[in-house]
């Protein structure tokens, strides 16, 4: 991912729909494109940090990534919704996967994102514990789905 990539990025995270499934998202859209920019920006800069476009056709229709917490690796990712169902998600965190040496992997996920959750068991990860979280978006506590890959 690169800052180039930042607005189409940034398009997708203002779809209603999919915030709604993503849950752990501030509640207002208020992040202005230039906050999310430079916040994005910062991320890339940041070596324990990578982030990837999704391209099919040469057209971006998502992301995935790794991050770290409390140290240990975790990934994300996003689909621009028109192209959610088709396998490119599940594909994708295969790909991103490979790349990263260290295990265990974590993943988490709204309790009822049930593509998320299948895009995470397809590659291989297992639920293995819930939490119950505040949900931004939502506005409320739900369950939050943690997942783990340890091969």
Do not use: H
């Not at 192209?83 to 993943?107: C, D, H």
């Not at 998320?116 to 990860?125: D, I, Q, T, Y």
């Amino acid at each position: 991912m690169t800052k180039e990539d930042l607005s189409v990025y940034y398009s997708w995270q203002l779809d209603e729909t999919s915030r709604f499934q993503a849950a752990f998202m501030p509640k207002e859209k208020s992040e202005s494109f230039d906050e999310f920019s430079k916040n994005w920006e910062e991320r890339l800069e940041n070596s324990t940090i990578n982030a990837y476009m999704i391209t099919l056709d040469e057209k971006s229709v998502g992301m995935v990534g790794k991050y770290e917490q409390d140290e240990l690796p975790e990934i994300t990712y996003w689909i621009d919704r028109t192209f959610a169902g088709q396998g490119i998600t599940t594909e994708a965190v295969r790909l991103l996967i490979e790349r990263i040496k260290a295990r265990p992997i974590f993943a988490s996920v709204a309790f009822d994102n049930i593509a998320s959750k299948r895009v995470l068991e397809k590659n291989g990860f297992v639920s293995t514990d819930s939490i119950v979280s505040y949900a931004p978006v939502r506005q409320n506590d739900i369950i939050e789905c943690i997942y783990e890959l340890e091969k």
